[in-house]
């Protein structure tokens, strides 16, 4: 199938994140192995881009790239047109698990960022620590410890932990594929509440096309492993989304087009 460059550039407002030709063969025990193949797009400025693909297309390579925890065999990654060398304080970074520590309380982990970059301007250390979890709702929650909280909880504190030092971009990775059904789709108006309100750019890794659709102005599609670019498709732009609309399911079954085979 051919790439649709226009879909994949975006709309011509400024990129804030770029790969180009970004390719990624690790180096194992058994011998390299292919993870993903000339991946190109970008994602404006406050634009909520994610990135769908089977599991082992190499989706959370090319996060682990993005967020400079990873280098690329191939090609580039800039940031506000500086090349990636490493994770900065620009990108934050949500996980599947919520990777909390498990002896800091709730606001201890949120504060844990802050303690080595300090507070953004305008805020004490404090003051931060309390808006953000204001941000997720969890601030009756502050001084509880993460095996007290559910799921979905866990997840919300790993949000403002992220959001702690008022990174521009929001980096996550299978967020919420972990969390029940019910849970996913309160954390998703959350989340799209959250970018209205703070401006993110927010890059999304998922292999759920239903959550990729209701969340995204802009849907990359990977192909099976070695993952590449296979089109960027943009959902209805209303919002919230009514996931019973035409226009939603057609944009889900334009995505599923790529794997039903
Ligand atoms: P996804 O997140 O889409 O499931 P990954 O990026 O985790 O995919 O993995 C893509 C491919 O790269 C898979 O074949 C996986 O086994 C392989 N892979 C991922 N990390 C490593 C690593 N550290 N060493 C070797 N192979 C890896
Ligand atoms: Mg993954």
Redesign the pocket.
């Given at each position: 199938m051919a790439v649709d460059d226009e879909a994949v550039v975006g709309d011509g407002r400024e990129a804030q994140i770029r790969l180009a030709g970004v390719g990624k063969t690790?180096r194992?025990e058994s011998g390299p192995?292919r993870?993903?193949s000339d991946v190109s797009f970008d994602a404006a400025r406050g634009e909520f881009v994610s990135v769908v693909?089977?599991?082992?297309?190499?989706?959370?390579?090319?996060?682990r790239i993005i967020a400079g925890l990873e280098t690329a065999t191939e090609g580039t990654v800039e940031v506000d047109g500086e090349p990636v060398t490493g994770p900065g304080p620009d990108r934050g970074m949500v996980f599947q698990d919520d990777a909390l520590f498990p002896w800091r309380t709730v606001a201890g982990n949120v504060r844990y960022g802050l303690e080595e970059v300090g507070a953004p301007e305008g805020f004490s250390v404090s003051e931060r620590v309390d808006y953000c979890l204001d941000l997720v709702g969890l601030s009756e929650a502050a001084q509880q410890y993460p095996r007290e909280l559910s799921g979905g909880m866990r997840q919300r504190v790993g949000i403002a932990r992220a959001l702690a030092v008022d990174p521009p971009i929001l980096l996550m990775?299978e967020p919420f594929a972990s969390v029940d059904a019910r849970t996913k789709s309160t954390l998703h108006r959350e989340l799209l509440d959250i970018w209205a309100e703070t401006g993110k750019t927010v890059l999304f890794?998922t292999?759920d096309i239903d959550e990729a659709v209701y969340l995204s102005d802009r849907v990359v599609v990977?192909s099976e492993?070695?993952?590449t670019v296979l089109d960027a498709i943009s959902p209805p732009v209303d919002r919230p989304r009514d996931r019973t609309s035409e226009a939603f399911t057609e944009a889900k079954a334009e995505v599923l087009s790529y794997f039903d085979h």
């Amino acid at each position: 199938m051919a790439v649709d460059d226009e879909a994949v550039v975006g709309d011509g407002r400024e990129a804030q994140i770029r790969l180009a030709g970004v390719g990624k063969t690790y180096r194992s025990e058994s011998g390299p192995v292919r993870a993903v193949s000339d991946v190109s797009f970008d994602a404006a400025r406050g634009e909520f881009v994610s990135v769908v693909g089977p599991s082992g297309c190499g989706k959370s390579t090319v996060f682990r790239i993005i967020a400079g925890l990873e280098t690329a065999t191939e090609g580039t990654v800039e940031v506000d047109g500086e090349p990636v060398t490493g994770p900065g304080p620009d990108r934050g970074m949500v996980f599947q698990d919520d990777a909390l520590f498990p002896w800091r309380t709730v606001a201890g982990n949120v504060r844990y960022g802050l303690e080595e970059v300090g507070a953004p301007e305008g805020f004490s250390v404090s003051e931060r620590v309390d808006y953000c979890l204001d941000l997720v709702g969890l601030s009756e929650a502050a001084q509880q410890y993460p095996r007290e909280l559910s799921g979905g909880m866990r997840q919300r504190v790993g949000i403002a932990r992220a959001l702690a030092v008022d990174p521009p971009i929001l980096l996550m990775d299978e967020p919420f594929a972990s969390v029940d059904a019910r849970t996913k789709s309160t954390l998703h108006r959350e989340l799209l509440d959250i970018w209205a309100e703070t401006g993110k750019t927010v890059l999304f890794v998922t292999h759920d096309i239903d959550e990729a659709v209701y969340l995204s102005d802009r849907v990359v599609v990977f192909s099976e492993g070695p993952g590449t670019v296979l089109d960027a498709i943009s959902p209805p732009v209303d919002r919230p989304r009514d996931r019973t609309s035409e226009a939603f399911t057609e944009a889900k079954a334009e995505v599923l087009s790529y794997f039903d085979h």
